[in-house]
């Protein structure tokens, strides 16, 4: 980050025998890469990213066996990528993007370049089809071949289930992408083909389990959105400009995201109208016993408690009232519907506590009564929902500790929200230890304490601990041992640890620890982070910001801590 340094590498620099890593990183420096630097045989790291050299890529860079990062990004290279890099045989991390590369993407990198772990092409002037065996390399995990002008289809080598970061998007592909974010493809984790030609039925794609992002936008899709869609957040989708139609699963969560939605043939929900209903729920619903499923959804004029003729539905497995504005207490006499596998009276204005005759419905999977106004503690009833699978109960005024049964009696629970209430105490061990739980939420409660050491055991993907009072060390959550980790938000509490030395997790997309007492330097591999998902602000943190220049728009997630250096702040001395 020299913006005043300028002019062509000096020759003498191929005198540096000894070099490793060499490296000129957004300067102004320009003209072609000199042959001197096919005299540097030792070295292991070239960063040539982020200046205004020109010409070819070089062919001598053949001639650097040992090379293990080869980073000539966002210059202003032409050609084609030649051939002579075939020689790279140790090379893992590839990137040729944002340059003015053409011709078509060669064999070579997908025959002989077996060790490549990174490849990024993005945004240059690439044409013809991707080639097979591309997708076929063993370690690769993030591939970008965005914004050159491929064509044909994607080839289904790409769906073996080691990739993690997929990009093809502004192209010209045809056909089916199915394959490269559905169940198989095993460790894919965000997939980004909008801007193409794409036409395929989306309705039946089992989405892979770790998927976070997905961007198919301006393409020919059609068919319905998938079960597991509504398991994506709205700010990592874009399935608009396709001939998508029907319902958008559990709309609720996209409902001010109609841009992301718009321009398909007939979606309905989320962000889109639906009819309304005036007061009460209508009496005629008790007389259609035969019922197994029943939704009131998003109707912002229904009101009134709900009726006791309900009771009567006992072929009911699914009951929901969802975004509404019925109030008053959950009746008994849903209690008698013994069937029920999915209750959710969310986002109403539900009061009272929780019921303990919810106890009684012992087929119950999913529990969702979040955002309404029920009190008082977490009824040990809920322990004889053995099945239970999904528990939301965040966003309502509950008090007194998380009880121990969840942790001993609800072995299944893959999901457990209790966010933003007012409960106390400590967290307990044993919610770490339930060996099917992926999504924890505690966030804006009144724990106290440590977090326990369980939470670190590798089967949790998403943890939210953040606004309570927790001390002591976190680092665990999200360091390597937590293999499964993705995202973890620990911000707003009283927790105080060394972060220097964190081997952050292989898969962790997002981090959040604003506002602790942390402190050391910012850990290795911190620089793979995004920066819409990570905030380290009010810390006591030094020194430099790992790979600046993906930062230095962002002051606002590293201020107020003790001397941290690079990226948005001025460089280290």
Known sequence: MLPNLSGPIPSYIGKLTNLTEFSIIETNMSGPIPSVLGQLKNLNVLYLYSNKFTGLVPTFLGRLKSLITLDLSSNLLTGPIPTALAQLTNLQFLELNSNQLSGPIPDFIGQKLKNLIILRLNFNSLSGLIPTNLGSLRELQTVGLAGNQLSGSIPNSFGRGNLYLIDFSQNKLTGDAAFLFDKSNTNILSVEVGYNLLKFDFTNVDLAPDLVSLNITHNMIYGSLPKRFNLLDADSIDVSYNQLCGPIPNGRRYKHSVVL??????????????????????????QLPWLTSLSFYMLPNLSGPIPTYIG???????????????????????????NLNVLYLYSNKFTGLVPTFLGRLKSLITLDLSSNLLTGPIPIALAQLTNLQFLELNSNQLSGPIPDFIGQKLKNLIILRLNFNSLSGLIQTNLGSLPELQTVGRAGNQLSGSIPNSFGRGNLYLIDFSQNKLTGDASFLFEKSNTNILSVEVGYNLLKFDLTNVDLAPDLVSLNITHNMIYGSLPKRFNLLDADSINVSYNQLCGLIPNGRRYKHSMVLFAHNKCLCGGPFPGCK
């Open 261 to 286: 939605f718009a321009h398909n043939k007939c979606l309905c929900g989320g962000p889109f109208p639906d009819e309304d209903i005036h007061g009460p729920i209508p009496p005629f619903f008790d």
């Open 312 to 338: 009567k539905l006992t072929n009911l497995t699914e009951f929901s009232i969802i975004e509404t504005n019925m109030s008053g207490p959950i009746p008994s006499v849903l209690g008698q519907l013994k």
